[in-house]
């Protein structure tokens, strides 16, 4: 079992990127995805989760309205479409899978991928 984040990379506030996560090993659909995120010096954050069922779909309140979570099952990758980036967004991003009772929680994870640097930096 493998996830492997990537996308990241230095972009200026309000610009967008997108971090794809590629699963191995398991079909992406058996397994809630989370994205996390740990910036330099402070606590991991759950950012957002899909569910595995029926692709429901949770944010942080710090990113909701700016970022989108999607899964596309016959790629077996999950992506995080972030919109209007802020500097407050740098941080490493990592996706995680399982089957969380509480969908931002990191510790409700089994799998974890490497993770991929943002810079939002004018």
């Known amino acids: 079992v493998q996830l492997q984040a990537y996308g990241g990379g230095l972009v200026q506030p309000g610009g967008s990127l997108r971090l794809s996560c590629a699963i191995s090993?398991?079909?992406?659909?058996?397994?809630?995805i989370g994205w996390f995120r740990q910036a330099p010096g402070k606590e991991r954050e759950g950012v957002s989760y899909i569910s595995s069922s029926d692709g429901t779909t949770l944010y942080s309140n710090s990113v909701k309205g700016r970022f989108t979570i999607s899964r596309d099952k016959a790629k077996n990758t999950v992506y995080l479409q972030m919109n209007s980036l802020e500097p407050e967004d740098t941080a490493v991003y990592y996706c995680?899978?399982?089957?969380?009772?509480?969908?931002?929680?990191?510790?409700?994870?089994?799998?974890w991928g490497k993770g991929t640097l943002v810079t939002v930096s004018s």
């Open positions: 995680a899978a399982g089957w969380p009772s509480i969908p931002l929680i990191g510790s409700e994870y089994d799998y």
């Open positions: 090993g398991f079909t992406s659909g058996a397994h809630a």
